[in-house]
Nanobody, 125 residues
Framework: QVQLVESGGRPVQAGGSLRLSCAAS????????MGWFRQAPGKEREFVAV????????YYADSVKGRFTISRDNAKDTVFLQMNSLKPEDTAVYYC??????????????????WGQGTQVTVSS
C-alpha cells in the first residue's frame, strides 16, 4: 500500500501561482511513476502531469504545458506540482496518484494503483 496526502490547494486569482505537494508513505516511493490528475465539477477526472522514477522524464497535458511543472524528491517521498499563470478553467480538485513502473498508459487514471484524497484549487477571474 502507498498512502498519498495532497496539500497546497486554495483559492487564487487568475494569473497567480500555486504549488501543490503530495506526501507518500508505505511502499517504496521511488518504485512508482507519480502523476497528477484533476476533476472539475460535472467532468471526468483528467490527466495533468506525470514524472518517472528518477525524474528523467515528465509528460504534461496540452492544457497545462508551459504553465505547470511536476517534480519529485525521492529522499522526502514527495511529489510537487508548480502551477503558474493559473486560469479559471484550472479550477478542480487535484489528485496525486502512483503508477507502477510496468503499468498502463500514463495518461489513463486506470493505470494508477494509489490515490490521494484530493486538494481543491479554485481560480477566480
Amino acid at each position: 500500500q502507498v498512502q498519498l496526502v495532497e496539500s497546497g490547494g486554495r483559492p487564487v486569482q487568475a494569473g497567480g501561482s500555486l504549488r501543490l505537494s503530495c506526501a507518500a508513505s508505505g511502499r517504496t516511493f521511488s518504485n512508482y511513476w507519480m502523476g497528477w490528475f484533476r476533476q472539475a465539477p460535472g467532468k471526468e477526472r483528467e490527466f495533468v502531469a506525470v514524472i518517472t522514477l528518477s525524474s528523467s522524464y515528465t509528460y504534461y497535458a496540452d492544457s497545462v504545458k508551459g504553465r505547470f511543472t511536476i517534480s519529485r524528491d525521492n529522499a522526502k517521498d514527495t511529489v510537487f506540482l508548480q502551477m503558474n499563470s493559473l486560469k479559471p478553467e484550472d479550477t478542480a480538485v487535484y489528485y496525486c496518484a502512483a503508477r507502477p513502473v510496468y503499468g498502463g498508459s500514463y495518461y489513463s487514471a486506470r493505470s494508477y494503483d494509489y490515490w490521494g484524497q484530493g486538494t481543491q484549487v479554485t481560480v477566480s477571474s
